[in-house]
Nanobody, 122 residues
Framework: QVQLVESGGGLVQPGGSLRLSCAAS????????MGWYRQALGKERELVAS????????FADSVKGRFTISRDNAAKNMVYLQMNSLKPEDTAVYYC???????????????WGQGTQVTVSS
């Protein structure tokens, strides 16, 4: 089994910052791309940012210049999302996503975390 556990969500005022963390654990042989998606109420889930195993990144246009993504491959398969200059429209449930090759397997699969709520409001 593979588990992704997010943390760091919460309530923040407009202009504020939050840092989300996601830890991948379980029977992991290797992780490929990791990323963050979000889903606002009544809207479809959308990509926020992703990062490959070698550090290449992609960002949604709406968060460019405000959000950064990073990962720690050394031991813990962690991915982070630093969110600055937050806006009310950033309010959503944020989900961690990872492409994982499990131990004793030759195939890769995507896994999701359970989500963490981010609310930007005064």
């Amino acid at each position: 089994q593979v588990q992704l556990v997010e943390s760091g969500g919460g309530l923040v005022q407009p202009g504020g910052s939050l840092r989300l963390s996601c830890a991948a654990s379980g029977s992991i042989f290797s992780t490929g791309a990791m990323g963050w998606y979000r889903q606002a109420l009544g809207k479809e889930r959308e990509l926020v940012a992703s990062i490959t195993s070698v550090g290449s990144t992609v960002f949604a246009d709406s968060v460019k210049g405000r959000f950064t993504i990073s990962r720690d491959n050394a031991a813990k398969n962690m991915v982070y999302l630093q969110m600055n200059s937050l806006k009310p429209e950033d309010t959503a449930v944020y989900y961690c996503n990872a492409l994982v090759r499990r131990t004793n397997s030759s195939t890769w699969h995507y896994y999701w975390g359970q989500g963490t709520q981010v609310t930007v409001s005064s």
